[in-house]
């Protein structure tokens, strides 16, 4: 734990105008960013009397080693940069609302030739049209059904709406009036957009116009006698004002406005959105977040209009904005609202009359939202704090695990082995620092042997990371670093991430010289690929890297023998804070190293609990990898290794010939038929195909069927009952033999 008076900046350092600000900890990473109208004031207000500061800012500002500060002109550059950097760090001490689900919204892919009706999650696309968001997917797709009958646009994936144009049959909805069967041209583009407008105007609110057409159709219709198209008209205008009915008139005057609502107590706030347009309520969204120091209600709305506008521009901001505060002060963040939707936003407290009634009703759904949420096991706050304490002092720890990496190995009868590190940072997932490993020292099955490899692999990159900053190095790792080589025990390789003491590298000793003198320390090794973040991260000062923060306790997914291969390989690299232990399975008991009885913690302890929750995580993310990798595997095929071959060049050969048997039975001339193939390619192709081994037949195990004059050859292979290929000599039932 860090004194916030080692760090504090000099009286007079610390300028008396607008800025952002930035909390760094031992590691160099953000882990707090906020922005002042003065910054001189705001950041005197952390160096204060501990007793006096709200309890999350006291764990802050004690994790915390540094703090930094930007200073911008205006206040509304500050709210700008203070947003572009919570983005970009990911501070794990700011205000940040958890949506528990991604909200489903109606689009109109007006940007196609066919526009089509469809539920979309996730980040907009240009061209698409959004109405929404939803609650639920299937509140849109009752909507929508009640709709087709009215706008029958296309509401079919490519893939069935190429079928149906190339088979010249339409689909159901087709054939019930619910799609006008653009694919089989029963309607040109032109009348099939219009419909598509149609449907548009219709759902943001335009309503009256076309109802009184349709009337009016109607009428018409029953005066000529044509009382079957009357019929279907008075249907038509049923069905138009029962999908009206779901989204009643709400404020008069086709408001378009967005109304935030706030329900907060010491530790936690929840917000929910209304969206209206049209005078409609047209969604509904909701946030819950920690408070993390003594925020006002203002603060808070803030953040949400942060959260909520920050990649929007355009209509998606609306002309007005309901809060129960206002933020302080009140003109930069209208200024910046205004900013993102190009013209004048409109942001105020409700004061009387059905916008202060609507209010009320967000309000209600806010504390309801925040009541169910405190129900929650895994995301109360309290419910984490007591399960970290637990395993603190089961495991006999100094302080409670901020951050627990978890490590599992998996593979198919020794085939594909891979293993995978998740990471949980104050009991929550930590997704953007999972990562994931190709065992390269060995073939065949050993976990234990795989996991001595993994924590060998991991903690040299933190090793490295360290010498590449100029961190300290402790004794033990300045041997590990300089004897270890490139290979690790029984000669397993270190990986191509491992620093080794050869010419032009530095030795830990020699880095332990530059961090004390100020100087510079070479870069890292180049990046092992099979080691790599699921996500792409920017490998700068201050933000998320590969393997550079150290956890307080490594669990690995095993007893007693992966838990002291895990204990052997941090003891080989002179890496002594770290606690390891193991969580078997069969009784989910806690293995230590060196202790041959476990930790039983009971059954309904928290802590135990966040431990299996942290275990099967792991096992999850493995097993999806090594899945992924054995699929990979399936479906290669010998053309894979022709340099200078592409996918398109590949598909059209084997489109050509026909199969990848027929391919390598054939001529250099012959190759040299397919479009794109010259004769130099076709020569590689030839020597490739030549020197490859063709692969086994494939055998169906429910019928006996050798199936030899498959397209796609694979590495050897058999088909199990359902048709799908696994390995030849593999039993039918591959779930025990899995892990």
């Not at 953040?303 to 809060?323: F, I, M, R, S, W």
């Not at 129960?324 to 942001?347: D, Y």
Request: aromatic share 6%; hydrophobic share 35%; proline share 6%.
């Amino acid at each position: 734990m860090a004194d916030p008076s080692s760090y504090r900046p000099k009286p007079g350092q610390i300028p008396d105008s607008p800025g952002v600000y930035r909390f760094r900890d031992e590691h160099r990473r953000v882990i707090y960013v906020g922005k002042a109208k003065s910054l001189r004031q705001r950041l005197a207000n952390y160096f204060q009397d501990l007793a006096s500061l709200h309890p999350r800012t006291r764990t802050m500002v004690t994790t915390a080693a540094s703090v930094e500060w930007t200073v911008v002109s205006t206040e509304v550059e500050a709210l700008q940069l203070e947003y572009s950097w919570i983005k970009e760090y990911d501070p794990r001490f700011n205000v940040k609302y958890r949506d528990d689900k991604s909200y489903p919204y109606l689009a109109v892919t007006m940007n196609e030739e066919f526009p089509r009706v469809q539920v979309m999650r996730g980040h907009k696309k240009k061209g698409v049209r959004y109405f929404g968001p939803y609650g639920h997917a299937w509140a849109i797709r009752d909507t929508v059904d009640l709709l087709l009958r009215v706008f029958p646009v296309r509401t079919c994936s490519a893939g069935v709406f190429k079928n149906a144009t190339r088979t010249g049959r339409p689909c159901l909805l087709g054939y019930i009036g619910k799609c006008s069967a653009p694919c089989v041209g029963r309607i040109e583009p032109e009348e099939h957009r219009e419909l598509a407008e149609d449907f548009c105007d219709f759902m943001a609110g335009r309503t009256g116009t076309y109802l009184r057409r349709l009337e009016q159709r109607m009428t018409e219709a029953a005066e000529e006698m044509e009382y079957e198209r009357a019929a279907r008209l008075r249907d038509d205008i049923e069905a138009l004002k029962k999908a009206m009915e779901k989204n009643a008139v709400v404020l008069a005057d086709a408001t378009d406005a967005d109304l935030i609502a706030v329900a907060e107590d010491e530790l936690e706030a929840a917000v929910q959105i209304f969206h209206v347009r049209g005078g409609r309520v047209r969604g509904q969204r909701g946030w819950v977040t920690d408070k993390v120091e003594d925020v006002t209600t203002g603060a808070l709305v803030e953040h949400a209009l942060q959260q909520l506008y920050g990649e929007e521009t355009g209509d998606a901001v609306p002309k007005e904005v309901l809060v129960p505060a206002l933020p302080e002060p009140v003109e930069p963040v209208q200024e910046w609202l205004t900013g993102r939707r190009g013209a004048n936003v409109s942001l105020r407290i409700p004061q009387r009359g059905d916008k202060k009634a609507l209010m009320e009703t967000v309000q209600r759904n806010a504390q309801q939202s925040l009541a169910l949420h405190k129900t929650k096991r895994a995301s109360d706050l309290t419910t984490r704090s007591r399960a970290l304490e637990e395993i603190a002092d089961a495991l006999d720890l100094d302080s409670a695990p901020l951050r627990i990496e978890c490590y599992d190995i998996s593979h198919l009868q020794g085939d594909d082995v891979v293993a995978s590190m998740v990471v949980f940072e104050d009991g929550l997932q930590r997704k953007s620092e999972y990562r994931r490993f190709q065992i390269k020292g060995f073939a065949g099955q050993d976990d234990v042997r795989s996991m001595h490899e993994v924590i060998t692999r991991r903690f040299r990159r933190y090793l490295a990371e360290k010498e590449r900053t100029g961190e300290w190095v402790e004794d033990g790792a300045e041997d590990a670093l300089t004897e270890s080589g490139a290979t690790g025990e029984s000669g397993v390789p270190a990986g191509p991430g491992a620093p080794t003491a050869s010419a032009g590298t530095p030795t830990a000793s020699e880095s332990r010289t530059r961090s004390l003198t100020g100087a510079d320390s070479d870069a890292a090794p180049a990046p092992d690929p099979d080691d790599a973040p699921v996500n792409g991260f920017k490998d700068e000062d201050g933000r998320p890297k590969k393997f550079a923060y150290p956890p307080q306790l490594v669990v690995v997914d095993g007893g007693q023998p992966q838990v002291a291969a895990a204990k052997r390989a941090l003891d080989e690299l002179g890496i002594d804070d770290i606690a390891v232990c193991g969580l078997a399975k069969r009784l989910e008991e806690v293995w230590l190293p060196e202790d041959d009885d476990p930790v039983v913690l009971p059954r309904t302890s928290e802590g135990l609990y966040l431990l299996q929750r942290i275990r099967d995580e792991a096992h999850r993310f493995a097993i999806t990898y090594q899945r992924t990798k054995r699929a990979k595997r399936f479906r290669s095929s010998p053309l894979d290794d022709v340099p200078g071959l592409g996918e398109t060049r590949k598909q059209a050969l084997i489109k050509h010939f026909g199969s990848v048997k027929k391919l390598r039975s054939a001529t250099i001339e012959q190759i040299q038929e397919v479009p794109g193939i010259g004769r130099k390619t076709a020569e590689t192709i030839a020597v490739a195909l030549a020197q490859a081994a063709p692969a086994a037949p494939a055998v169906n195990t429910a019928t006996g069927e050798i199936m030899d004059d498959r397209e796609d050859e694979a590495p050897e292979t058999t088909a199990d009952a359902s048709g799908e290929p696994v390995p030849a000599g593999a039993p039918d039932d591959r779930r025990g033999q899995e892990r």
